[in-house]
């Protein structure tokens, strides 16, 4: 499916919701130089999500992964990009929030929904965070206090840090 954009440039939409995939998300997806969005929600996915999808910095700007059984810990380069959505609620995920998804001189993200994995830590700082709408890390391993920064998002409407 295509995508227009205000400047006539072509993405493309990567959706297999609730198609009962098994197997992992194949790294060579990042060879898709124009995809936009990225849903494998509620399938029976394992494995980790490719660090590859860092390759897609100027094009991607929402990852679902909803509803599998994905493990590992999110690369370091998904924290790179810049996403208006992170939506991985629901796997095995662990480690840490990558510091770099909040850490960028003016984020997007609008989005992260990554309650019932496996993370630990503390939660990281959110600078500059201007749009942030929902921040779910809800049943996770999280320790520590919330970062002040997060209570300053004006645009903030679920905050759901639960049972850490």
């Given at each position: ?11 493309y939409i990567f ?150």
């Amino acid at each position: 499916m295509k995508v227009e954009s205000k400047n006539v440039i072509s993405h493309y939409i990567f959706s297999a919701r609730m198609s009962d995939l098994q197997g992992t998300i194949p790294s060579e997806l990042a060879a898709l130089s124009r995809l936009a969005i990225l849903s494998f929600n509620t399938n029976s996915l394992v494995g980790t999500i490719p660090p590859e999808l860092g390759k897609l910095i100027d094009s991607i700007f929402w990852i679902s992964t909803f509803g599998n059984m994905l493990t590992g810990t999110v690369p370091m380069e998904v924290g790179e990009l810049n996403l208006r959505a992170l939506i991985i609620f629901d796997n095995l995920l662990s480690g840490e929030i990558p510091p770099n998804l909040f850490g960028k001189q003016e984020s997007s993200l609008v989005i992260l929904e990554a309650a019932n994995n496996k993370f630990s830590g503390t939660i990281p700082p959110v600078r500059r965070q201007r749009q942030i709408e929902y921040f779910t890390l809800d049943r996770n391993g999280h320790t520590g206090t919330l970062p002040p920064s997060l209570y300053a998002q004006p645009q903030l409407l679920e905050l759901n840090v639960g049972d850490n």
